[in-house]
């Protein structure tokens, strides 16, 4: 047996698991999963040097509680993840509790050329796509798992959710498509891009961002709502759309100023609810460039290694 189908084995194995225990029960099992997760490392090191280097005022112990809510939410999200159409399809306010500012995304949608609709790995992010997926025609922008058997699944989850996908790996003529159609084109733009992304303050460091939501929308004129979901105590989730942005028209700067603003409104969400975003990445893996001394004349400038 190959080790990609055995790792789709397990991957369907637990969350057969998931599913075999009511909705609540396996938000507890998910988060009893997150913490030996923690304590087997898995990434541990990756999210205390990332937490130690941007929020250095905070004391270690509250790091660590952070580390400890993180890591049960990352599991609270795998056991959703196991049943996300049925979470999806389930009542209003049953396990979604309540969907503030979607005024916020009509306004966007009303302009007549869709709306790039972004967040961050912050909390459950396909769970928003695809509970506004219920109203909204809404089209993810997915890079493929590495592994077919276990993408095959996921893709499968979303479809059952009734939400499109838009692999990375395709055609960007789709995404024009999807915004000229009036749709939702769902977007990240949280993770190291290396050298293909520009560098703008996030979390008090300088990041390598990716600029594909910014390119887009400054080419088709499509306002950005950004959202965010929010794990209430009782387990349900409230999701918050914020007003749309125009991102105006290209000039010099125009990518960094908004590949800049997007990330800035990510950051304060970060920082109100710090244990929902994704700490175990190397987010800050790439250096920004180094500027030369004074006197270094025309030698090229100095580029720094990785950090993380």
């Known amino acids: 047996m190959?080790?990609?189908l055995l790792e789709s084995l397990l991957l369907r194995g637990a969350a057969a698991g998931f599913r075999s225990l009511n909705w609540r029960r396996s938000l507890t099992a998910g988060a009893w999963l997150g913490d030996r997760l923690r304590e087997a490392g898995m990434r541990r090191s990756v999210a205390v040097d990332n937490l130690a280097r941007v929020v250095p005022a905070w004391s270690p112990e509250e790091r660590a509680i952070i580390l400890r809510d993180h890591y049960r939410e990352v599991g609270r999200i795998a056991a959703e993840y196991a049943r996300l159409p049925e979470l999806v399809h389930s009542a209003a306010g049953?396990?979604?509790?309540?969907v503030r500012g979607r005024e916020h995304l009509e306004v966007g949608l009303a302009m007549g050329r869709g709306v790039v609709l972004m967040t961050g790995h912050f909390g459950n992010f396909e769970l928003l796509g695809a509970w506004l997926g219920r109203t909204y025609p809404v089209d993810f922008v997915v890079r493929p798992l590495s592994n077919p058997y276990s993408e095959r699944w996921l893709a499968a989850r979303r479809a059952a959710c009734g939400v499109g996908?838009?692999?990375?790996h395709g055609s960007l003529k789709r995404v024009f498509q999807s915004l000229r159609a009036g749709h939702c084109v769902a977007m990240l733009a949280d993770q190291d891009a290396r050298r293909a992304g520009v560098?703008?303050?996030?979390?008090?460091?300088?990041?390598?961002?990716p600029v594909g939501p910014a390119r887009l929308a400054i080419a088709t004129g499509a306002p950005i709502v950004m959202g965010f979901q929010v794990r209430l105590p009782d387990g349900r989730h409230v999701l918050e759309l914020e007003p749309p942005y125009l991102a105006g028209p290209e000039d010099a700067g125009a990518v960094e100023r908004v590949t800049a603003w997007h990330t800035a409104r990510l950051e304060s969400w970060v920082r109100r609810v710090p244990h929902q975003w994704f700490w175990l990445h190397r987010r800050w893996k790439t250096a920004p460039p180094v500027a030369p001394a004074p006197g270094a004349g025309k030698q090229s400038v100095a580029q720094a290694g990785e950090t993380a």
């Open 2 to 4: 190959s080790a990609p």
């Open 94 to 98: 049953e396990v979604v509790a309540e």
């Open 165 to 168: 996908s838009l692999s990375t």
């Open 199 to 209: 560098f703008v303050p996030f979390m008090g460091r300088l990041a390598s961002t």
